[in-house]
């Protein structure tokens, strides 16, 4: 009952009242009788009047509830509305009813004409017949999660998309209506492909540069090994040049104090002299020769070094790094 009814049918029974306490000067039996539906009406009256403080009660409670409502929707309608992703609500086979700013900027299409278009006519050939599956799953499940399709806009380019669905279920359980979420995953998809070159180029550099650090190593091992041997030939001559350098010396201070000797003596025919003299000689030009290899030695780690050694009048040669030197044939 409306409440302009309800306070008319007061009113009315107020004035019934009134007549009835006019009319209270009649005989016994009548007062009684009146008194008895005065009090009746009066005991309906503020029955009727506790329905109506109750109906008010109500009336301004739904009035809030209607007015916290509308504010919810508005709020509602402008979260959807400035929503940076494309949202759009369907009718179970696909009809959009409703459709924010940024589906309308993805499609490339008004609001007002998205409205009453079918979405599967904004997916790309390739990907309808699969998208036209998945509507039909969505009235078995709950959700749809993401899942990649390509759309074309209208009159426009076409662009990938995030689409996830959820479906929207009346009391009895049916799909009533399907809500869309539509998100541009061009840039992201461009900027991981721009990764995958970018880590398959450093990939390759990676393995360019173990390469060269590869054959570094073994250059480097081989110069080590090099150095080895020369280090090797180096000692080993160095042990023999000392022991071949004490020989001529040893004949020439024998020798030279067998002079000395036999001048303080007076006793040293001219024919002694010379053949002293002369092996003197040798063993200095021995010497000479022993000391020029010893230098040579400056030079073994240098390609190509040739060093002769001498053994009495017979000559040896060397390589730049032997791992055996020749040995002295004599003294």
Not at 140 to 166: K, P
Request: net charge negative.
């Amino acid at each position: 009952m409306h409440i302009s009814d309800l306070t008319a049918q007061i009113q009315a029974m107020q004035q019934r009242i009134a007549l009835l306490q006019q009319d209270s000067g009649a005989g016994t039996q009548q007062q009684t009788v009146a008194a008895q539906a005065l009090e009746e009406l009066q005991t309906s009256l503020e029955e009727l009047r506790a329905v109506e403080e109750a109906l008010i009660e109500q009336n301004m409670l739904l009035l809030a509830a209607h007015e916290e409502l509308a504010t919810h929707q508005q709020r509602y309608q402008e979260l959807f509305d400035g929503a940076p992703d494309g949202y759009v609500v369907t009718t179970p086979s696909g009809i959009i009813q409703e459709a924010n700013q940024a589906a309308s900027r993805l499609l490339n299409m008004s609001r007002a004409e998205l409205l009453g278009k079918p979405l599967p006519l904004f997916v790309a050939e390739i990907d309808r017949a699969q998208f036209r599956g998945r509507l039909s799953e969505l009235r078995a499940v709950e959700r749809i999660e993401d899942h990649e399709v390509h759309f074309q806009a209208w009159r426009g380019d076409a662009f990938s998309a995030g689409l996830s669905a959820t479906p929207v279920r009346d009391r009895a359980g049916h799909v009533a209506a399907i809500r869309w979420s539509i998100r541009d995953v061009t840039a992201q998809r461009q900027a991981e492909e721009q990764i995958r070159s970018l880590n398959a180029e450093l990939e390759q550099r990676v393995a360019e540069r173990t390469a060269e650090l590869e054959v570094a190593n073994r250059q480097k091992d081989e110069l080590l090994s090099k150095a080895e041997d020369a280090l090797k030939t180096r000692d080993t001559f160095l042990t023999i040049a000392s022991h071949e350098l004490k020989t001529p010396l040893t004949s020439l201070i024998g020798y030279v104090y067998l002079l000395q000797q036999s001048l303080e003596r007076g006793q040293e025919s001219r024919e002694q002299a010379q053949a002293a003299l002369q092996v003197i000689m040798q063993q200095s030009q021995r010497l000479d020769q022993l000391i020029e290899i010893m230098l040579d030695l400056v030079h073994l780690q240098q390609d190509d070094i040739s060093i002769w050694f001498t053994c009495n009048r017979m000559i040896f040669r060397s390589s730049s790094a032997p791992s055996i030197l020749p040995t002295w044939c004599g003294r």
